[in-house]
């Protein structure tokens, strides 16, 4: 089964220095049909104005996979991590038992990224923070995984049974989609325009998968895709 949650529907938060569209519930909007799709709870389409950003606050007991678009992020923690990730590179916060970060646009362009969270598998544990560059000349028409519960080579680690997967499809190029039994995915087009199972999925768009599901991915222009498979 698969629904398909275009950009327009999704829920819209705007003040002076942030422009952020929620797929799934968060914050001031609502929606009990988009409270989750397995452990996966928020995905956020956050564009950050240059100079501007999240002040210092608190999480607890989630994976936060932040991918960055266009621009760069600045992280630090009340750990002592910092760290700046740039367009199409990936950093993961593992929240455990609580953690204070501030993440800036420090660049002189709007930053524009997906915010990921998914619930982990325990509640707890020592905090942690990671970022890895993933080049997207090496994920050209192939999914690479950039995080997973599972030990991965290149793969930022999270307490989940799932993964984070992304993609550069180029024009023509296909790629499938396979959500096994139990499981549950999330696919959303960073930039570029696709065709699943027929329908067409421009820039921004996203599709919940619900398990067993075979899809078929191709892409009508250049297209750079991010996808969650989760329990």
Not at 131 to 148: C, G, I, T, Y
Request: proline share 3%.
């Amino acid at each position: 089964m698969i629904d398909i949650r275009r950009f327009s529907s999704l829920g819209q938060f705007e003040n002076d220095w942030l422009n952020a569209h929620y797929h799934f519930s968060f914050s001031h909007y609502h929606d009990p049909q988009r409270m989750n799709h397995g452990a996966l709870r928020v995905w956020n389409d956050d564009q950050i104005r240059a100079g501007t950003g999240f002040p210092p606050h608190g999480h607890a007991d989630m994976e936060i996979i932040t991918y960055v678009r266009t621009g760069a992020i600045s992280h630090k923690d009340n750990l002592g991590n910092s760290g700046r990730t740039e367009a199409g590179d990936v950093q993961v916060m593992s929240a455990g038992s609580g953690i204070q970060h501030a993440e800036f646009n420090l660049e002189d362009e709007t930053t524009t990224i997906f915010q990921i969270w998914i619930m982990p598998n325990e509640r707890g544990g020592r905090p942690q923070w990671g970022q890895r560059a993933f080049p997207k000349a090496d994920r050209a028409n192939v999914w690479s995984v950039l995080a997973s519960g599972e030990e991965a080579d290149e793969a930022l680690p999270i307490r989940q049974n799932a993964k984070v997967l992304g993609t550069t499809l180029q024009a023509g190029h296909e790629l499938k989609v396979e959500t096994k039994t139990g499981r549950f995915g999330y696919m959303v087009l960073a930039t570029g325009k696709v065709v699943i199972n027929g329908e067409e999925l421009n820039a921004r768009d996203g599709v919940a998968i619900t398990g067993p599901e075979t899809l078929s991915v191709k892409a009508i222009e250049d297209a750079e895709l991010v996808l969650v498979d989760t329990v």
